[in-house]
């Protein structure tokens, strides 16, 4: 599966992007897709996950955005969403998807087999 993250931007601060993340060689349908970041000089950091829909197809995000954040996916489409909205300067970051053909997602990083190659966000104060 070849994953491709697009849409991030400069958007100042209270504003909102969506993130949009294709994949390619694959069913996404059968995968659990996460989101990640990683800002300037710091590690990679987990961001929120959707679930297959044979197992709900809910999801989970990290406390720092939960209220604020959603990820949809579109099966058919082979696509997966990321919604940001009230965003804060400190969410700049690479924003990357990736795919887990376990189904099991979650937080971890090591979990997932497939990464896209990411999408810089900047936000502005």
């Known amino acids: 599966v070849q994953l491709q993250a697009s849409g991030g931007g400069l958007v100042q601060a209270g504003g909102s992007l969506r993130l949009s993340c294709k994949a390619s060689?694959?069913?996404?349908?059968?995968?659990?897709m996460g989101w990640f970041r990683r800002a300037p000089g710091k590690e990679r950091e987990f961001v929120g996950f959707?679930?297959?829909?044979?197992?709900?197809?809910?999801?989970s995000y990290a406390d720092s955005v939960k209220g604020r954040f959603t990820i949809t996916r579109d099966d058919g489409k082979n696509m997966v969403y990321l919604q940001m909205n009230g965003l804060k300067p400190e969410d700049t970051a690479v924003y990357y998807c990736?795919?887990?053909?376990?189904?099991?997602?979650?937080?971890?990083?090591?979990?997932?087999?497939?990464w896209g190659q990411g999408t810089l966000v900047t936000v502005s104060s």
């Open positions: 990736a795919a887990d053909r376990h189904r099991v997602g979650g937080v971890y990083p090591t979990t997932y087999e497939y």
């Open positions: 060689g694959g069913i996404i349908g059968t995968y659990a």
């Open positions: 959707v679930r297959v829909r044979s197992s709900g197809g809910t999801t």
